[in-house]
């Protein structure tokens, strides 16, 4: 069974404190990782998409990174405004394209 | 629109009733998802459109729902019967061509309570 696992379930942070985020998988054959971002009573927001071990992408002070085994979703000097629940999904490796979510990581920085 | 649009936002129904969903995807995008939020939960797959045809169905929790998507663009979501376990966000996304590595891009929601 697909599995993602996000940690921590919370975070807070005082305004320019960075850190980050995890995201564990176990599903094989990997065809692409996602990070949504979702705030309260929103839907999920796209941020990134990465496919292979290595591979980083960037968002302004958002920095998402890809391991075989895990992604991290680095923040750096985070503002209020970046409070929000981070979601990460994979597709399932079923064949299907339905995506499989972790619970999130819900994110609180504090001025 | 610039976006996937949802309606009604908000639905309160009592149990027993019979309950529509309407997603409206990004103009142009053949696939259409269809999932399902609990509070403290993370989206779940409940059923997948390319074009006209339900390529995948396997999370529809049982023949209570029911969807479709008759021209290719705007789906419904049908839930007969419903029953209070049902209460969740359902939301639906799409995207461009389908494909697992595409970015799924999703609608508000719809927010069903069954009293």
């Known amino acids: 069974e697909d599995q993602v696992t996000q940690s921590p379930e919370a975070l807070r942070l005082q305004e320019g404190e960075s850190s980050s985020l995890n995201c564990s998988y176990t599903?094989?054959?990997?065809?692409?990782l996602f990070w949504y971002r979702q705030d309260p009573g929103k839907g999920p927001e796209f941020l990134f998409t990465?496919?292979?071990a290595g591979e980083e992408k960037e968002k302004e002070r958002l920095k998402a990174t890809l391991t075989k085994k895990e992604s991290f979703l680095h923040i750096t000097a985070p503002k209020p405004e970046d409070s929000a629940t981070y979601l990460c999904?994979?597709?399932?490796?079923?064949?299907?394209?339905?995506?499989?979510f972790g619970k999130g990581t819900k994110l609180t920085v504090n001025p | 629109g610039a976006g996937v649009s949802q309606t009604p936002s908000n639905k309160v129904t009592e149990k027993g009733k019979y309950v529509e969903l309407r997603c409206d995807p990004i103009?142009?995008?053949?696939?259409l998802y269809w999932y399902r939020q609990s509070l403290g939960q993370g989206p779940e797959f409940l059923i997948y459109?390319?074009?006209?045809?339900?390529?995948?169905d396997s999370g529809l929790p049982n023949d209570r729902f029911f969807a479709v998507r008759p021209e290719g663009s705007v789906s419904t979501l049908k839930i007969q019967r419903t029953e209070r376990g049902d209460s969740a966000v359902y939301l639906c996304?799409?995207?461009?061509?389908?494909?697992?590595?595409?970015?799924?891009?999703f609608g508000d929601g719809t927010r069903l309570s069954i009293l």
């Open positions: 459109f390319q074009g006209t045809g339900a390529a995948d």
């Open positions: 996304a799409s995207s461009l061509y389908g494909g697992a590595g595409q970015p799924q891009h």
């Open positions: 103009s142009g995008h053949t696939a």
């Open positions: 990465l496919y292979s």
């Open positions: 999904a994979v597709p399932w490796a079923g064949g299907s394209e339905k995506l499989v």
């Open positions: 599903v094989s054959g990997l065809r692409g």
